[in-house]
C-alpha cells in the first residue's frame, strides 16, 4: 500500500542524503519525493510516497524519528488528508491537434504557460490520478517531454500536520 | 578545541596524526592535561577509543587525519555503531575552500561514514566548535549509544575565536531520548510475570551500557526466573548464578535455546532479536508472549512482533518494573515455577559444553577454562572474531560487567588487540586478557608496538590452529570439507615476533605446558604472547545453522 509520509526537517546541509540513504540502506522505496524550506527558512518539509506493508512502514517512521535532524514524521495516510501534485507537458502539437491539445487542457482545468507555432507547455496540478489520465489524453496528440513535482500532501482540519496526533512530537530514543 | 575537550571531560584519546591535524596535535603537544595515545594504524586508534569506552561507560575519542586517515578508521566506527558504542572521532579535513576539489588527503568523510555513525558533522566555521563537540558528546552518550564523528577542516582548526565554556546543558530541538517507560505497559508487563509459568529472561549488550546489572540482577533473582545473555549481553548477569542458563543462539547452549522455545514468557532487556540469536524467525519463542525493554524504538517488533514493548533507558525501567514485584500479593499469586526447572535441569544434563579432553593434543574449550580458572575469573578479556571468540564467550565465564569487549555486531577480526589497549589504558592496575586467533591478530598485529611504547601488561593468549577456523568449521559442516583458503598454516613464529615488539613470547604444543605457560605469563610484568597450539580442527558446539530453528542444534 501507498503511504505518504510527511517529516519535517532542521534545514542543514547534508540532511537530504541523510534521509534518501536511510531509504536506500534498508532496502526501503522511495517513490516520490519533494522538499523545500518552510517557515523562516530553518525547516523543511519532506513529503515522501512509499509502498510497503504496515510494518514496513512503521520501520520507516520509527528510523526517520532516530535521524538527528527530523523534528517530526507523520504518515498521513492514516488520517484524512490532501494531496496534489504539479506537472509540465511539453506537446508537439501541429495542425488540427492543436485545438485538441487546448479542448483536453480546458476539460482537465490546466493552464498554458507557453506557445509557440509548433508547441504547446501545458500546466496540470491535481491528484495523481488526474494528471495520468490528462498524460494518457495528450500522449497520441505528439508528447514531448514531461516533468512531475511528485506529490506533496497536508492534513485535513484545523490542526497542525502532525503536533498531538499519535505520531506526533518527536520523544524518540536514540 | 583543546580546551573544549578538557570541559569534557575527554582526557584521554586515542590517535594518529597527519597534514590535516597538525595545528590540533600543536595544540595537544603544548597541553599536558589530554593524554594522547599513539596507535600504529587509525583503525587501531578506533578500536582503542572503542575498547576505552567499554570498559569505563565514558565517551572514547579517537583523533584521525583527512583522506586515508578517516578511511581507516571507518570499521572502527561501524564495529562501534553496530554494539552501540559511545565515542567521538575527530577526523582532519582539507581546509575549507579545498573541499570538494579532490585535493590531496581528501576524502567525503561526512559522505562516507554517515551510515556507519550515529550522527556526523561537517564544521564550517570556527565559532560552531564549541557548540558542535558538545553536541557530539551528548548524542554519542544519550539514547541508544554511539559513534559521533566531528570533521573539522585544516583552515579552521587554525583559525582562533572567543571561547566561553562548554554550556552546562545541551538541548537539541529534535532530539530528545526517552528515560522513564510507559507506566502503563510496565503494569502489564508485571501483571504477564506474575502469571508466567514458564518466563525466561533474554539479556543483551543494552543492559551494560545503560548500566543496569545490578537492577537486572536483583530484580531476576527476586522472580527466581531462568536467563539467557546476548553475546553482547555477557556480564551483566553474573554467570557462575545457577539461574543463568549461558548464551543462546546460533553457539548457544542446549538448555538456554531450548527454554527460549518453549519458555511461555520471553523478557528481552536491552536485546535487539540479531539473526544469530534467533535463528529461523518463525520458530523463535513460539510458545511465549515477548515483553521488550529497549531504549531504541526502531528495535521493537522490528524482526519479531513484540506483546509488550517498553521504550526507555531500561535501568529506569526495571527501577520502575521492581516495586511492582514487591507490591503485597505479588509472589503469593505467581505460579510455580519448578516444574519450570526441572524441565532445565533435564536439558541441563545434556552437558552440551562438554568436550574430550587428551593428553597429546591442546583442546581450545582447555585453554579458556585455564585461562579462567589462573585469573580467578578477574581479567577484563578482549577477544577477536571466530572460533576462539564463541569459545571464549563459553568458557570464560563472567560475573561482572564491562568486563567483556568483543565486536558482536560487525564481527571485526583485529578488534581485540587495539580495544584491549583501549582497556588497559583505562584500568591500569588490572589484568587485561586479549583471547585472539593466529588469523585476527595478524589483521593489527601493529598495534603490538603501542603496547610495548607505554608499556601495557596485556596478556594475549592465541588459540593457534593455524585455520581461519569458523571458516573451516563452516566449510566442513555446509562445504563437504572443501577448505578453500581457510588454511593460516603460514604465520609468523609469535614468540619471536613477541621478542621483536619487546615482549615476552612462550609457547605450549602439549596440554601438560598449558598451565604452566599461563602461570609465566601472568607473572610477567609486560606485554606477553602466548601461542597456544591448539587441536586443528576442533570445533564449536553447540552449534544452530543459519536458517534453522534454535531446537536444530548440532551437538558434539
Request: aromatic share 6%.
Amino acid at each position: 500500500m501507498k503511504h505518504i509520509i510527511s517529516v519535517l526537517v532542521d534545514n542543514e546541509a547534508g540532511v537530504l542524503s541523510r534521509v534518501a540513504g536511510l531509504f536506500s540502506a534498508r532496502g526501503f522505496n522511495i517513490e516520490t519525493l519533494t522538499v523545500a524550506p518552510v517557515g523562516e527558512g530553518n525547516e523543511s518539509r519532506m513529503t515522501i510516497v512509499t509502498t510497503g506493508d504496515e510494518s514496513i512502514v512503521e520501520q520507516v517512521t520509527k528510523q526517520l524519528h532516530k535521524l538527528v535532524p527530523v523534528i517530526r514524521v507523520v504518515d498521513l495516510t492514516e488520517g484524512p488528508h490532501v494531496s496534489r501534485e504539479l506537472m509540465l507537458v511539453k506537446v508537439a502539437a501541429e495542425g488540427e491537434h492543436r485545438s485538441e491539445v487546448l479542448r483536453i487542457a480546458d476539460i482537465f482545468r490546466c493552464r498554458v504557460v507557453d506557445a509557440t507555432a509548433g508547441s504547446f507547455i501545458i500546466e496540470v496540478t491535481g491528484g495523481s490520478e488526474k494528471l495520468d489520465a490528462c498524460l494518457d489524453l495528450l500522449r497520441p496528440l505528439g508528447l514531448v517531454e514531461v516533468v512531475r513535482t511528485g506529490r506533496v500532501a497536508i492534513s485535513r482540519g484545523a490542526r497542525e500536520t502532525g503536533v498531538a496526533a499519535r505520531t506526533g512530537s518527536k520523544t524518540t530514543g536514540a | 578545541m583543546v580546551r573544549c575537550l578538557k570541559e569534557l571531560n575527554a582526557k584521554t584519546v586515542f590517535g594518529y596524526p597527519g597534514g590535516a591535524v597538525l595545528y590540533i596535535y600543536d595544540e595537544l603537544y603544548k597541553n599536558k592535561e589530554i593524554r594522547h595515545f599513539l596507535a600504529r594504524h587509525e583503525q587501531g586508534a578506533v578500536h582503542a577509543a572503542d575498547g576505552y569506552a567499554r570498559v569505563t561507560g565514558e565517551v572514547g575519542v579517537a583523533l584521525v587525519t583527512s583522506g586515508p586517515g578517516a578511511t581507516n578508521a571507518v570499521t572502527g566506527l561501524a564495529t562501534a555503531y553496530m554494539d552501540s558504542i559511545p565515542m567521538v572521532c575527530i577526523s582532519g579535513q582539507v581546509p575549507t575552500a579545498l573541499i570538494g576539489n579532490d585535493a590531496f588527503q581528501e576524502a567525503d568523510t561526512v559522505g562516507i561514514t554517515r551510515s556507519c555513525t550515529k550522527h556526523n558533522y561537517l564544521v564550517k566555521r570556527v565559532e560552531d566548535l564549541a557548540r558542535i563537540l558538545p553536541e557530539a558528546f551528548h548524542i554519542a552518550s544519550t539514547g541508544r549509544p554511539g559513534p559521533v564523528l566531528v570533521d573539522i577542516p585544516k583552515d579552521i582548526t587554525a583559525a582562533k575565536t572567543d571561547f566561553s565554556g562548554v554550556p552546562d546543558k545541551v538541548e537539541i530541538r529534535s532530539y530528545k531520548p526517552v528515560l522513564k517507560g510507559h507506566i502503563g505497559q510496565i503494569r502489564r508487563a508485571a501483571k504477564l510475570l506474575q502469571q508466567a509459568k514458564r518466563p525466561m529472561f533474554y539479556t543483551g549488550g543494552g543492559v551494560i551500557l545503560a548500566n543496569a546489572s545490578e537492577e537486572l540482577t536483583e530484580l531476576v533473582r527476586l522472580l527466581g526466573a531462568p536467563l539467557t545473555s546476548t553475546l553482547m549481553g555477557l556480564g551483566g548477569f553474573p554467570a557462575s548464578d545457577e539461574q543463568f542458563l549461558g548464551m543462546l543462539g546460533m553457539h548457544g547452549t542446549y538448555e538456554a535455546n531450548m527454554a527460549v522455545s518453549r519458555c511461555d514468557l520471553l523478557v528481552a532487556v536491552g536485546a535487539r532479536f540479531d539473526d544469530r540469536v534467533t535463528g529461523k524467525i518463525a520458530e523463535f519463542a513460539p510458545e511465549a508472549e515477548i515483553i521488550h525493554i529497549d531504549v531504541d524504538p526502531t528495535s521493537i517488533s522490528k524482526n519479531v512482533r513484540v506483546d509488550v514493548p517498553i521504550v526507555g533507558d531500561v535501568r529506569h525501567i526495571l527501577q520502575q518494573l521492581a516495586p511492582l514485584l514487591k507490591e503485597p500479593g505479588f509472589q503469593e499469586k505467581r505460579a510455580d515455577l519448578a516444574p519450570w526447572w526441572s524441565e532445565i535441569s533435564a536439558w541441563r544434563k545434556r552437558e552440551c559444553l562438554k568436550y574430550k579432553q587428551n593428553d597429546t593434543v591442546i583442546q581450545p574449550q582447555y585453554v579458556i577454562q585455564k585461562l579462567h580458572e589462573l585469573t580467578g575469573g578477574n581479567a577484563i578479556v578482549a577477544t577477536d572474531v571466530g572460533q576462539h571468540q564463541m569459545w571464549a564467550a563459553q568458557f570464560y565465564r563472567l560475573d561482572r560487567p564491562r568486563r567483556w569487549l568483543t565486536s558482536g555486531g560487525l564481527g571485526t577480526m583485529g578488534y581485540g588487540l587495539p580495544a584491549a589497549i583501549g582497556a588497559q589504558v583505562a584500568r591500569p592496575g588490572e589484568p587485561v586478557l586479549l583471547i585472539t586467533g593466529e588469523g585476527s591478530l595478524q589483521m593489527n598485529i601493529q598495534e603490538l608496538a603501542t603496547c610495548a611504547q607505554y608499556r601495557l601488561p596485556i596478556k594475549i593468549a592465541i588459540i593457534n590452529n593455524s585455520f581461519l577456523g569458523m571458516v573451516r568449521q563452516w566449510q566442513e559442516f555446509f562445504y563437504e570439507s572443501r577448505y578453500a583458503e581457510s588454511d593460516m598454516s603460514f604465520h609468523p613464529d609469535f614468540v619471536k615476533l613477541a621478542d621483536a615488539y619487546g615482549a615476552k613470547g612462550f609457547r605450549a604444543d602439549r596440554p601438560d605446558q598449558v598451565e604452566p605457560v599461563i602461570r609465566q605469563a601472568l607473572a610477567e610484568e609486560g606485554t606477553v604472547i602466548m601461542d597456544f597450539r591448539v587441536n586443528r580442527e576442533a570445533n564449536v558446539y553447540p552449534m544452530v545453522p543459519a536458517g534453522a530453528a534454535l531446537k536444530e542444534m548440532i551437538l558434539l
